[in-house]
């Protein structure tokens, strides 16, 4: 069950008895790190906004941000790395059907999903032939499952990233976002209240697999994972399409008083976490609950994470209301029980299974602060020296990096996703550096993405924090979108390893204060710890979920050029301290070189703030043809990108002052990319004003058929064959 004998000894102490089998396993899920957060609570203070929650009202299932005309948005980020990593399809699909029920219970109309997600290497050669296949048969699966349960519950997958190393091998990282718009009058909640009141079971039958799915997210994976694959719950995406729908329409009748996602733990968890916030109890009579067996004990019942369920409170009298809707759309609506005072009491078979304070549950679970300890390789990496390396021939350097499976098209990835269900989607996966929807009944848009890097955190944990913010930041400003919220969603391996905790404990506190200084509120997260196996830890990969909001959805920014020709200026921070020529901690170090190490370049986060303040502006000129952002591979990789998109050649003089890999390849925050069709004034001013550097370096022709970069040049055909055919021949061999 996940708990040590301390924790039993508390519970022993809080009940002043010994629990009985049921009342045990509602406190083993719900004191599980997945859902009591025992690691991670002190340290998630660090975020403005959760101190707030966890000081008031509590947190609810997503925060929201007002856009303006009535409109808000909530996002959230949810991971589902276990269940993906015994068995990938079904895992991968439900962690994008958890995450927007999470969405659907805040009134919200889910508009947009992306995913962040982390596989071992999948080239030949790079690990032992046995886990290479593991890998693909990973990437390929997980990518199949978030794309049949997207496409078929018909919200968009229109964003997100795909990273390979090493290190997630045995342990792959499998994170869901979903965005959802609402109207602010219409925001509900999940605090039961008022005493006798219905309590309704919604949605579909529950069933024995993914018991104990939260406590097996809570712990390290091992030989014995195979063993745990009935934790991992099915989807069933046209029964959540189902369910989005009855939802909305049944919330509109106002019979609603709130309503919760049954997720981690099932029935424990929006039972217990419903009754805690509203300070109230409630009588559950589990033989009402629809199963697909009838042979489920409580302790099944209350522990099973069978998908696509909701648990609602009517007001009494209306609960018919609620019924029938979701019984027209050919889903289960029984009424389980009522809002009571004092305990929530569940029975089955008319024996008493759990009677427990709600509160005994959420607010009394342990926290520990372990010790945080500097591992010897972050010294090692701060002391690396680039002059030890020998210059990169830069022709065959660039089109390596276009190889990297990092760094190539994910072509592959997103063909097979649905990017424009709904019809709000501007730009779509590979046309910007963050993905825009136009949502109907406001002409303002948003920008959505989400960025992290794993490698950067690892070597420079707070400095790595920064960046994943300043760089989401940065990706949702090149599209003409002004940052105004973050979703995060934190991956780490076993906490009560000093070097571990020392990389959690650091990393949040740099995305906290890079989001203080950005004016960027963490308003909704996930914690997912213990993601290591016999093969070891995970990279520490926090995720940044950024939201940027556009005034004007029809000025949205790609980083295609659409004229005949323009010119190019690169814009800059101008205060950054370069560190180890930009080369550390970089792809093009870990890729030409077979290098990992070095520290990554910090980032002047309030610099970063005034360039996202620039771009914003020049976007909304309607003067900028394209913008990007250089970050994973630097100068080269932008502009080949930039090349590629728009199908144009570019030539480029970029003046230097340091080695020629550090200036192509070199990953200094800060940087963008930018086009118009000739010089704007205003613009160039406006960048002086913000304190940015302005330079012109180069232009673009789609007459012309080559990159080129001071002295060396590439055709297009070299590019694109390196950029677009990595990935696909790949899992084609």
Known sequence: ??????????????????????????????????????????????????????????????????????????????????????????????????????????????????????????????????IVERNRYLFEH?????????????????????????????????NAMCV???????????????????????GSATGKDGIHGATFASDALGEDSEEKRPNVQIGDPFAEKLLIEATLEALKTGAIVAIQDMGAAGLTCSTIEMASKGGVGMKVNLDHVPMRENDMTGYELMLSESQERMLAVAANGREHEVIDIFRKWGLKAEVIGHVSEGNTEVTRHGVVEASVPAALLTDHCPTYTPEAVVPDYYRSAVAFDISTLPVAEPHGALLKLLSSPNIASKRWVFRQYDQQVQTQTVILPGGGDAAVLAPRGTTKGISVCVDGNGRQVYFDPYVGGQLAVCEAARNVACTGARPVAV????????????????????????????????????????????????????????????LGVLDDSSKAVGIAPTSESGSIFLVSVMSVEVRQGGLGATEFLHEVHGIDNGVPTAPDVEGERRLCDFLVLAASSGNLEFAHDLSDGGLAVAAAEVALAGEC???????????????????????????????????????????????????????ASTLTINETSWTLDHLRSAYENSIPSIMAG
Request: charged share 20%; net charge negative.
């Open 1 to 130: 069950m996940g708990l040590n004998d301390f924790e039993y000894g508390r519970i022993l102490e809080l009940l002043g008895r010994e629990p009985t089998l049921t009342e045990l396993g509602m406190f083993a899920v719900m004191w599980s790190e997945h859902c009591g957060y025992k690691y991670s609570r002190p340290v998630l203070a660090y975020f403005k906004k959760y101190k707030e929650a966890m000081e008031g009202e509590g947190l609810e299932n997503a925060g929201i941000v007002d856009i303006g005309d009535g409109l808000g948005i909530t996002m959230k980020i949810e991971s589902h790395n276990h269940p993906s990593a015994v068995e990938p399809h079904q895992g991968a699909a439900t962690g994008v059907g958890g995450i927007i029920r999470d969405i659907l219970t805040m009134g919200a109309r889910p508009i947009a999903s992306l995913n962040s997600l982390r596989f071992g290497p999948i080239r030949d050669g790079e690990e032992d032939a046995s």
């Open 142 to 174: 997980v990518v199949e499952g978030i794309g049949r349960y997207g496409n078929c519950v018909g919200v968009p997958t229109v964003g997100g990233e795909v990273v390979f190393d090493r290190r997630y091998s045995g342990n792959p990282l499998v």
């Open 180 to 202: 959802g718009l609402l109207r602010l009058d219409e925001v509900t909640t999940a605090a039961a209240a008022g005493v006798g009141n219905p309590v309704i079971y919604l």
């Open 487 to 546: 979703t995060d969603g934190l991956n780490y391996g076993n906490p009560q390893r000093p070097h571990v905790y020392w990389q959690f404990r650091e990393s949040v506190k740099g995305i906290a204060d890079a989001c203080e200084t950005m004016g960027t509120p963490v308003i909704s997260g996930n914690v997912s710890f213990y993601n290591e196996s016999e093969l070891g830890e995970v990279l520490p990969t926090p995720l940044v979920g950024m």
């Open 649 to 703: 050649g570019l030539n480029l003089q970029v003046s230097h002052q340091v080695r020629q890999d550090s200036l192509l390849f070199g990953e200094v925050p800060g940087r963008v990319l930018i086009g118009m069709t000739e010089e704007d004034s205003g613009i160039r001013e406006s960048a002086e004003r913000h304190g940015l550097t302005f330079e012109a370096i180069g232009t673009w022709s789609r007459r």
